[in-house]
């Protein structure tokens, strides 16, 4: 099940499920750079220090199941309690709800077992009202009665807070105040999830969590990055293009004891990556990267995957690829200041 915010906001309402407090059907909103998938946890991969490195999440209505892949950025929300939530207890079977990363779908969306990027991760939904529900915030003006006018999502949704709603800290579970919000936070928000059915959608939340930004201190375009693979400094280095840090993804790839191909065919120019269980192809010449599993008797695919940039060949023979295609391949991708991390999870 899933939520693609790109279509008439007047069908948003009809297609929340009052019992699970999540949408319940896909349905296509003005374009939004998240998604919402929603299932019971089927499957749990912990890292080496005992964080959530994957989950995967089976749908209840069709069995659809979804790999979300997890890093230091995504948040994890308790929504019955409003504050932070550290993972720790998570347990197969419970029921959550995913905001995942749209950047990196195909327009037709993820299908069955795609690997997804969560943003969030938001637990105990089990309300009819009052439901958290994540936003990026657009554009934030006074109202002139009073209160605040929050736009959020690239004009979806309209959230007017007066003096009832209250705002918190993420991190601190703080309170704040609403005037310090602005434009390009991102917030969780409480509300009743029967909205109105104009176009743009209204809602009143009683409360607010102002979540951390999703980048930090990025490099300037076209930062060096140095490379740290598997836990030792590297000679290799990588770039900052377009906001992605691209690497050399074959020399890459042997650092970390995986096998790189190049062949030129009908799609043109295609290096493939390859784990002991999963395929990574980059069809350079076609703009495409996507992934499958390599295990025998299983099913396991990406669609087309989208990064801020796309893989290029530059002579005299170095792909050039978005780092993040490694967390397909068992990866754990961390970029800090211009210092790039890549090894296992």
Known sequence: MRLKRRAAAALLCALLALTLCVPAAAVELPRSDSTVYVGKITGIIRDGEGGV???TITSEAGGAYYTLL???????????????????????????????????????GAESSALLTALAVIRRMDGET?????????DFAPEKEGGWKITVDQGVEELHADSAADLTDYATGESLDLSQLEAGDRIMAWYDPNLNTTYPTHAYPTHLMRLPRAAGNLPAEGAVLSLAING??????????????????????QALDLKASYVRGEEGRVVTIESETFAVTLAVDQGRISGATRIEGAVGATGPLRYGKPAYIEDPGTTWAPADLFRMLGQRVTLEGTRLTIGPM
């Not at 309690?81 to 995942?100: F, H, N, Q, T, W």
């Not at 009052?130 to 657009?138: L, Q």
């Not at 030792?232 to 790839?253: C, F, I, K, N, Q």
Request: contains cysteine.
């Open 53 to 55: 490195a994957r989950l």
């Open 70 to 108: 997890l890093s230091p950025a995504t948040v994890w929300v308790d929504a019955a309690d409003r504050k932070m939530d550290s993972g720790a207890e998570l347990r197969e079977g419970e029921r959550i709800y995913a905001v995942c990363d749209s950047g990196g779908q195909a327009d037709a």
């Open 130 to 138: 009052d439901c958290a529900f994540y936003h990026v915030i657009s």
């Open 232 to 253: 030792a400094d590297s000679a290799l280095t990588g770039r900052y293009e377009s906001g992605t840090a691209m690497v050399p993804a074959a020399a890459v790839a």
